[in-house]
């Protein structure tokens, strides 16, 4: 198993320039994840998603969407980047057990992204 | 509001010596915590994580954590540092619902 995986993984990009970021995981999890990561601030959770077809919104979301078209896919677009969003990207996934205490998340390598 | 606090943003350690990472939590409601770790240029890696099925929780490399409701406090520790320690260190907190919320890490330092 890959686990998850992230594409891609460094992007420069000039202010108002779009881009997708694609997130893939081969485990059949349920729960997929956006987080940045920037420095002093820990993670964020951007946009979360429950199921193929749903998607959420978590503590900094303004600014970017994304879609869960296949259930081992989950994208963040960026569709005006902005200074603001030069950052690390993690995508994570999970998937539900009988117990909520035992879910745990698993993390893709990371996605650099710059904003000029 | 913030649910995870982690002091201490860098912990420097003698290879050897104990490694202590501090976290609180404030919550109403029985948390679930976890810690991650994450070394440079790379993804974040669960530690361990408290079920509530005991308060010492025993994680990968050597590592534990105590969950104390009293002080709502799940800090980090291991006996002895290794070199390979040296790396990013989050707590982290599931509450009601999906999300989780993370600490803003500790970065620890390992000395020869």
């Known amino acids: 198993n890959a686990g998850v995986t992230q594409t891609p993984k460094f992007r420069v990009l000039k202010t108002g320039q779009s881009m997708t970021l694609l997130c893939a995981q081969d485990m059949n999890h349920e729960y997929m994840y956006w987080y940045r990561q920037d420095p002093g601030m820990g993670l964020r959770l951007i946009h979360y998603s429950v199921g193929e077809g749903t998607t959420a919104k978590g503590e900094v979301p303004d600014g970017y969407n994304v879609s869960r078209l296949k259930k081992q896919n989950f994208l963040l677009g960026l569709e005006s980047a902005a200074p603001s969003q030069t950052s690390v990207y993690f995508c994570?996934?999970?998937?539900?057990?009988?117990?909520?205490?035992?879910?745990?998340?698993?993390f893709g390598p990371g996605t650099r992204l710059l904003v000029l | 509001a913030q649910s995870v606090t982690q002091l201490g943003s860098h912990v420097s350690v003698s290879e050897g010596a104990l490694v202590l990472l501090r976290c609180n939590y404030s919550s109403s409601v029985p948390p679930y915590l976890f810690w991650y770790v994450q070394y440079p240029n790379q993804g974040l890696q669960l530690l361990l994580k408290?079920?509530?099925?005991?308060?010492l929780v025993k994680g990968i490399n050597g590592f534990e954590a105590e969950f104390k409701k009293s002080e709502t406090s799940f800090h980090l520790t291991k006996p002895s540092a290794h070199m390979s320690d040296a790396a990013e260190y989050f707590c982290?907190?599931?509450?009601?619902?999906?999300?989780?919320?993370f600490g803003t890490g500790t970065s620890l330092t390992v000395i020869p």
């Open positions: 982290a907190v599931r509450l009601t619902g999906n999300q989780f919320y």
């Open positions: 408290y079920t509530s099925a005991a308060t």
């Open positions: 994570a996934s999970s998937t539900p057990t009988g117990r909520r205490a035992q879910e745990t998340q698993y």
